[in-house]
């Protein structure tokens, strides 16, 4: 079953720092640049307006005592001078107020009759006057925190300074996961006696992708790595690589390694790796920027020594968006997908949180992790803590069972709203869908038996049914072929039988099928009325053309017979498998998964 799931995007908390740095000078330059013009305008009035008077002629006409009044305003050079017996008022600009002030009084001093008026300054004056001469300072605190803010050193130094230091977390405190868990234990190993490792000849393992939504617990288990190694823990998030200011992402990449090689043994942990690892493009601007941080990760993962003791794990939620340059050996060739937990997991990862919380003595967690299907371990444990801030206002002593249920109802409101919960007709469809998949399968000679069937979803599968790995092989033949379009449309076969209704969950095994069933035909020869020919019709269209339609009408007619017979096949299994198919699914609707034993058992009875 397929489901595109939504992908939540964490707010990029450093991209919009600089986007309001950047609003804020903007505006404080709008409003100097529009002062200033302003203050000039107004002064070019003042001259307009009113003829001038020479500064000696004004000198003169003082000493002729012919100035009846002057009226000038405190650090303006611009005084109005009103000439005895003259209605208009003349303007003169004085060379140096406090000189020119001073010699007035020795002129009236010595007889001289003149009125002044000392006018203090206006405001339109005032604050421009004012920001001129705070503008230097201004300009340079503006610039300080911009560097600050480009280097990281704000924030108290938590944003760009690795996260770094011995880690508390182990894998106790990391509930559920256990495969995965299992898979990671060999690292721990490394990491604690790497000599060992070298000694055989064994190959430093370099880098492991965390594959799962955000809040199952990537960062948590990357930590209990380093927590149960006891190496230190350098972490940092892809999105903070990226930046407005070219060139840094790359140097930051540089740095955040030299840091790893100077502490080794440890963990450097890249959150959100899709910000930095994207398929690189011929793009300009921000996107070489990327292009050149993706580049200096991949010198630096390929640069390590071989005694340098270093793990690089990083999480992302969209492996298929990664370059595939990033996931060739040496890199990040090991996967591990990290999914929501099942039924039991929520129960534990419940139980892990409510540890430092006070509980009500009859409290269990079966029926709260009963309804929270989907759920991840981060939404579990603010279920938690919403729980204990309900039994603090609902005047409880502890956290009581109404208090959990409420935080329940209360975070489901919040998730329904990005339909991330998993309604109940939802894990009753995906489970008749996915017991179909694992009954056909089970029935068909050439098709691997399943190992695990879940409900749960996973990557972007609303559910899915994981078969055992087979030995390598090297050809594949046609009944082989035919019977993997069986068991492919085994989920759409169970959705019609059991519901009586078909849905949008079987598309990608759909698609696949058409696929699998078109290369049989066009690709391998397989095709009884078409024979051994190779049309390559995905890579090469223009080869049909050569055909002409008449091959095209034939490859569509073979492409459906193929499909056609596989889905009545499928449908044939299932109808003379009805009871199982019920038991089964309702066993997953119940526990949300099954284990290979647990399947076959409903076979052998
Ligand atoms: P991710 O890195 O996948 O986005 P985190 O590791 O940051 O998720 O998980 C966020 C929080 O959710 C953790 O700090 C922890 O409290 C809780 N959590 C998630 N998964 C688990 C788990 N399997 N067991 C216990 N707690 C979990
Ligand atoms: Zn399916």
């Not at 559920?176 to 430093?204: C, Q, S, W, Y």
């Not at 009586?500 to 058409?514: E, L, M, R």
């Not at 696929?515 to 269209?541: H, Q, R």
């Amino acid at each position: 079953m397929s489901k595109q799931n939504e992908k939540p995007k964490k707010p990029n908390k450093k991209k919009q720092d600089v986007i309001f740095y950047t609003i804020i000078i903007s505006l404080i330059l709008v409003l100097l640049v529009g002062i200033t013009i302003a203050y000039f305008i107004m002064q070019n009035k003042q001259k307009e307006d009113t003829k001038t008077l020479g500064y000696t002629e004004l000198i003169e006409k003082i000493e002729a005592n012919q100035v009846e009044k002057i009226e000038m305003t405190v650090g303006s050079t611009s005084i109005k001078v009103k000439l005895v017996g003259e209605e208009e008022e003349k303007k003169t600009i004085i060379p140096n107020t406090q000189a020119f002030i001073e010699w007035i009084h020795e002129k009236r001093d010595q007889g001289i009759q003149i009125e002044l008026i000392e006018k203090p300054e206006s405001m339109l004056v005032t604050i421009p006057r004012g920001l001129f001469s705070i503008l230097p300072t201004l300009i340079l605190v503006i610039l300080i925190i911009l560097i600050i803010k480009m280097q990281g050193l704000g924030d108290n130094g938590k944003v760009y300074e690795p996260e770094e230091g011995k880690v508390k977390v182990t894998f106790k405190d990391v509930a559920g996961l256990e495969e995965e868990k299992n898979e990671l234990v060999e690292i721990v190993d490394f990491l604690k006696r790497p000599e060992k490792f070298h000694e055989m000849g064994a190959k430093t393992p370099r880098g492991i992708l965390l594959c799962g939504k955000p809040g199952t617990g990537k960062t948590l288990i990357a930590k209990a790595i380093a927590g149960e190694a006891n190496v230190p823990f350098i972490s940092m998030s892809g999105s903070e690589f990226i930046e407005m200011f070219a060139g840094l992402g790359a140097s930051r990449v540089r740095k955040l390694f030299d840091k790893a090689r100077k502490v080794s043994p440890c963990i450097i942990f890249i959150d959100e790796i899709d910000a930095i690892g994207a398929r690189r493009t011929a793009a300009s601007g921000a996107e070489t920027e990327n292009n050149q941080t993706l580049n200096q990760l991949l010198v630096e993962m390929d640069g390590f020594d071989t005694d340098d003791t270093i793990i690089v794990l990083a999480a992302t939620n969209r492996p298929e968006m990664l370059d595939k340059a990033l996931l060739r050996p040496g890199r990040f060739d090991r996967q591990i997908i990290i999914a929501p937990p099942d039924l039991k997991g929520r129960e534990e990862i419940l139980k892990i949180h409510a540890k430092d919380k006070k509980l009500a003595k009859d409290l269990t967690f079966h029926s709260i992790a009963e309804d929270t299907a989907g759920f991840t371990g981060a939404e579990l444990a603010n279920i938690l803590n919403e729980a204990a801030i309900l039994a603090t206002i609902n005047k409880h002593e502890a956290i009581e069972k109404e208090d959990l249920e409420e935080a329940v109802r209360k975070v489901t409101v919040g998730l329904e709203k990005k339909s991330r919960v998993i309604s109940d007709k939802d894990k009753k469809l995906t489970a008749y869908h996915e017991a179909g998949h694992a009954i056909v399968s089970y029935f068909l000679e050439t098709q691997t038996s399943v190992k695990e069937i879940s409900i749960i979803p996973r990557g972007v599968a609303g559910g899915y049914t994981m078969y055992k790995n087979d030995e390598d092989k090297y050809y594949v033949s046609k009944t082989e072929m035919e019977e993997r379009l069986v068991a492919l449309l085994g989920g759409r076969a169970a959705e019609k039988l059991a519901l009586n209704d078909i849905s949008t969950g079987a598309s990608n095994d759909i698609q696949v099928a058409t696929k699998i069933a078109k290369e049989m035909i066009t690709v391998y020869g397989m095709s009884d009325t078409l024979g051994p020919i190779w049309v390559g019709v995905e890579d090469n269209p223009y080869e049909l053309e050569l055909y002409g339609e008449h091959i095209g009408d034939q490859i569509g007619a073979e492409v459906k017979k193929l499909i056609d017979t596989a889905y009545l096949k499928a449908q044939t299994i299932l109808a003379e498998n009805r009871d199982k198919l019920e038991e089964i699914a309702n066993v997953l609707i119940q526990k949300e998964k099954i284990t290979a034993e647990e399947f076959e058992k409903f076979f052998k009875m």
